[in-house]
């Protein structure tokens, strides 16, 4: 496992993160039981894995708690986020963080996001949300402060592109793959001049899980004129990726390409199956993909704005 420093924070995580929400919160969107979604955490850290991501949504923090039970707390990089609204009190704030650590079994966060800001919401979370975080990081309750987009509507990171500017965020979560890569322009740029500690999610969701979906998406792109029909194979659009000196599945070179974007820190990697996070930890273990894929993804895709790949 490869460990990088996450930006001006300085915290040194594993370039894969776990991430304990999306389609499968470590399993118990998908049926799973507590001990077998504990067990996907525990082999995950067995394997390397430091830096885990939750929230009070997901329902996954007491999984995360009991999954470090008996760890340092020194040796994992924990992540969790608030849902916040117009007009929250700041006891309201500081009982969601309260909650939050007793679910972790911790008495600190390293990072404590707002979550989900949308670019409407951002104005009042800067004046209204932000001090609250602050009070609480002098209390020594989190480490540092970050924020998360909501890629699913925000596609072209319109939250975030305010968020980049102010420079108050010492970490954020941004949605960035192979199909939507605008965050390179628009975010990357000034978040490596600002030294912004940067976390990847997106990097796989239904697109590079399920090939129905993926060409769904760009059969949808293609109509929209983001992408060129003639770039593309409509069956199997991104099949050229595959070959011998290439990736080894749509998933794999999803997580890889990724990795080595320039600003990105930690890929978020979310499972519910230990099959499918052994293969993700060797993914991201993988050299880059071959410059020439590299460069095509980059061509088909640099008009895309409007997906997420969801
Ligand atoms: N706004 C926000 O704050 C926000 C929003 C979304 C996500 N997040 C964070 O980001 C993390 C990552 O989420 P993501 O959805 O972006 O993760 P992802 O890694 O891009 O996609 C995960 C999905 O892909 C499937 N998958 C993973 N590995 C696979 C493999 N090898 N083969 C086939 N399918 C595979 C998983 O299903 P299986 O269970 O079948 O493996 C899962 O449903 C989340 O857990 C959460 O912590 C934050």
């Given amino acids: 496992m490869e460990y990088r420093i996450l930006g001006r924070t300085g915290l040194r995580v594993s370039v894969m993160g776990l991430g304990g929400g999306g389609h499968s919160r470590l399993g118990m969107a998908k049926g799973k039981t507590e001990s077998?979604?504990?067990?996907?955490?525990?082999?995950?850290i067995d394997a390397g894995i430091n830096f885990i991501d939750t929230a009070e949504l997901y329902g996954t923090e007491s999984i995360v708690g009991k999954g470090i039970q008996g760890i340092d707390r020194d040796k994992v990089i924990i992540s969790s986020k608030k849902m916040v609204r117009e007009g929250m009190t700041s006891s309201e704030v500081q009982e969601g963080l309260e909650k939050s650590l007793k679910n972790l079994g911790t008495d600190y966060l390293d990072i404590y996001h707002l979550h989900g800001v949308t670019p409407e919401g951002y104005d009042y979370c800067v004046s209204e949300i932000y001090p609250e975080f602050q009070r609480m990081k002098e209390k020594g309750m989190i480490r540092f402060i970050g924020i998360t987009e909501r890629f699913e509507k925000d596609y072209n990171h319109r939250m975030l592109q305010k968020g980049v500017d102010d420079g108050?965020?010492?970490?954020?979560?941004?949605?960035f793959n192979m199909l939507n890569q605008s965050a390179r322009n628009l975010i990357f740029k000034k978040s490596v001049e600002k030294n912004i500690g940067i976390l990847n999610m997106f990097a796989v969701r239904r697109a590079f899980s399920n090939p129905e979906r993926l060409s769904q998406i760009i059969l949808e792109l293609v109509e929209k004129e983001q992408v060129n029909h003639e770039d593309i194979d409509e069956k199997h659009p991104l099949n050229f990726l595959i070959h011998?000196?290439?990736?080894?599945?749509?998933?794999?070179?999803?997580?890889?390409?990724?990795?080595?974007?320039?600003?990105v820190h930690v890929v978020l990697s979310g499972t519910s199956n230990p099959d499918h996070l052994r293969v993700n930890i060797e993914s991201l273990s993988r050299p880059p993909l071959p410059e020439e894929d590299v460069a095509k993804i980059k061509e088909i895709f640099k008009k895309v704005d409007s997906v997420s790949g969801s």
């Fill in 36 to 44: 077998e979604s504990v067990n996907i955490l525990k082999e995950g």
């Fill in 168 to 175: 108050i965020w010492d970490v954020m979560m941004v949605g």
């Fill in 244 to 263: 011998e000196n290439g990736a080894l599945s749509l998933t794999d070179a999803a997580y890889r390409f990724c990795r080595y974007e320039p600003g």
